[in-house]
Every structure is written in structure tokens, then in C-alpha cells.
């Protein structure tokens, strides 16, 4: 039988956050799980908690209690750094207000994150990861 991965599993997250004596909390005992070859949306009003949800997948921020793992990795359990390069090599973000630099080419901007990540600049990745999102697709950028 073909074995499904998990790609990542988060159990009870919940993230405070505290602004002198008033606190909010956004995210509420939180259980995902996203399985390999999965395409998750995830949806909701503005300020329930989507994009502090996105943070802590994407390794941005931490929560105050929960567990998280990516793939093997117990993530929430690493230091900054270790974290800082599980993201360079294993998530790919496109940000809401795209963060792309300008005065630099659309080439350039997807090119260097290879290399920040250490690898060598891949031309030919470049253009099918350009074509991929121009395609619609942006699965190819996400979990790698
Ligand atoms: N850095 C922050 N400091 C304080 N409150 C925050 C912060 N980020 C988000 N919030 C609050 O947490 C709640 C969830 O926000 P957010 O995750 O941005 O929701 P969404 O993306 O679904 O609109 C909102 O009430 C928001 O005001
Ligand atoms: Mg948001």
C-alpha cells in the first residue's frame, strides 16, 4: 500500500498575543494536518487568526503552546537558527503584498532564495518556477 506522508501536523497551537494588561488570543487550540500532494486553503473572517496561523506555519513567529512538526522535524523544539534554515529549504512563501524587491528583475527576485538557501543559481529552476506561477500554479514554490 502506497504510504501517505504527513507534511505537517500541528496539535492544540495557540498564540496570545499581549499588549500590556489586555491580551488576544488568536489562535485557539489549533489541530491542522496537511498530508503530501495536499492543496489546503484556509479561510475565515478578517481577524480570526488566518495570517497569525500562516506565521507560525511558515516559522515566523512562535506560539505559546502547541506542538508542531514539519515532515520529521519537531520544529517548535529548534533554536532560530536551526528554524531559519528549515525555511530557507522547505518553505516557500508568497506574501499578500508579494515582498518582491524592486529595481530588481522578476529573474533575480525568484533566483535568490536558492541563493541565500546555499544552493547554486538554477537558471532553468528559475524559469519553470516563473512559468509555474505565471501558469497559475504556485504548488511547485510551496514545499519545496
Ligand atoms: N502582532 C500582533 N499584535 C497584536 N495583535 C495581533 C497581532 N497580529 C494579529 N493580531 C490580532 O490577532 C487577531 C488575528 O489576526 P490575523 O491573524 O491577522 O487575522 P486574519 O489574517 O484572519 O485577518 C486579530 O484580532 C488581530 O488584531
Ligand atoms: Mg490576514
Same mark, same amino acid.
Request: glycine share 10%; proline share 2%.
Given at each position: 500500500?502506497?504510504?501517505?506522508?504527513?507534511?505537517?501536523?500541528?496539535?492544540?497551537?495557540?498564540?496570545?498575543?499581549?499588549?500590556?494588561?489586555?491580551?488576544?488570543?488568536?489562535?485557539?487550540?489549533?489541530?491542522?494536518?496537511?498530508?503530501?500532494?495536499?492543496?489546503?486553503?484556509?479561510?475565515?473572517?478578517?481577524?480570526?487568526?488566518?495570517?497569525?496561523?500562516?506565521?507560525?506555519?511558515?516559522?515566523?513567529?512562535?506560539?505559546?503552546?502547541?506542538? =508542531?512538526?514539519?515532515?520529521?522535524?519537531?520544529?517548535?523544539?529548534?533554536?532560530?537558527?536551526?528554524?531559519?534554515?528549515?525555511?530557507?529549504?522547505?518553505?516557500?512563501?508568497?506574501?499578500?503584498?508579494?515582498?518582491?524587491?524592486?529595481?530588481?528583475?522578476?529573474?533575480?527576485?525568484?533566483?535568490?532564495?536558492?541563493? =541565500?538557501?546555499?544552493?547554486?543559481?538554477?537558471?532553468?529552476?528559475?524559469?519553470?518556477?516563473?512559468?509555474?506561477?505565471?501558469?497559475?500554479?504556485?504548488?511547485?514554490?510551496?514545499?519545496?
Amino acid at each position: 500500500m502506497k504510504q501517505v506522508e504527513t507534511v505537517i501536523d500541528i496539535q492544540d497551537m495557540t498564540k496570545i498575543f499581549r499588549m500590556g494588561d489586555q491580551s488576544l488570543r488568536a489562535l485557539d487550540g489549533v489541530d491542522l494536518k496537511i498530508m503530501k500532494g495536499e492543496f489546503v486553503a484556509i479561510v475565515g473572517p478578517s481577524g480570526s487568526g488566518k495570517s497569525t496561523l500562516m506565521h507560525m506555519i511558515g516559522l515566523l513567529d512562535r506560539p505559546d503552546e502547541g506542538q =508542531y512538526f514539519l515532515g520529521v522535524d519537531d520544529v517548535l523544539k529548534m533554536d532560530d537558527a536551526t528554524q531559519a534554515e528549515i525555511r530557507s529549504k522547505k518553505i516557500g512563501f508568497i506574501f499578500q503584498q508579494f515582498n518582491l524587491l524592486a529595481r530588481t528583475s522578476a529573474r533575480e527576485n525568484v533566483g535568490l532564495p536558492m541563493l =541565500y538557501s546555499g544552493s547554486d543559481l538554477d537558471q532553468e529552476r528559475v524559469k519553470m518556477l516563473l512559468w509555474t506561477t505565471a501558469a497559475g500554479g504556485h504548488s511547485e514554490i510551496f514545499g519545496q
